[in-house]
């Protein structure tokens, strides 16, 4: 199983990016599905969290500005950021619980991060 990430690159403050992930392999399910961010010197933090049904979990510093959905048929999941301002510049990692032939009882993936740098 693996998870593929595209989408970041560097915006100015206020611009908007779309982030996509794509899960590929021999998957079963796919339970929660998310972003999470990572900038320098610090530790990756949950940006948003999608269930396969459920309430959608942001983070209080992404609420009204990034949107997360989901496409189960593409086993994908999407980040929509607007607004984006300079202290959102980190790496970008997708996350997904699947259970897969690999991992009968659900595994954690991760995607391999996509930079996402904002500034003028």
């Known amino acids: 199983v693996q998870l593929q990430a595209s989408g970041g690159g560097l915006v100015q403050p206020g611009g908007s990016l779309r982030l996509s992930c794509a899960a590929s392999?021999?998957?079963?399910?796919?339970?929660?599905m998310g972003w999470y961010r990572q900038a320098p010197g610090k530790q990756r933090d949950l940006v948003a969290v999608?269930?396969?049904?459920?309430?959608?979990n942001y983070a209080d510093s992404v609420k009204g500005r990034f949107t997360i959905s989901r496409d189960n048929a593409k086993n994908s999941v999407y980040l929509q950021m607007n607004s984006l301002k300079p202290e959102d510049t980190a790496v970008y990692y997708c996350?997904?619980?699947?259970?897969?032939?690999?991992?009968?009882?659900?595994?954690?993936?991760w995607g391999q991060g996509t930079q996402v740098t904002v500034s003028s």
């Open positions: 996350n997904a619980k699947i259970v897969s032939f690999l991992t009968p009882l659900g595994g954690d993936y």
């Open positions: 999608i269930p396969n049904g459920g309430t959608i």
């Open positions: 392999g021999s998957i079963y399910s796919i339970n929660d």
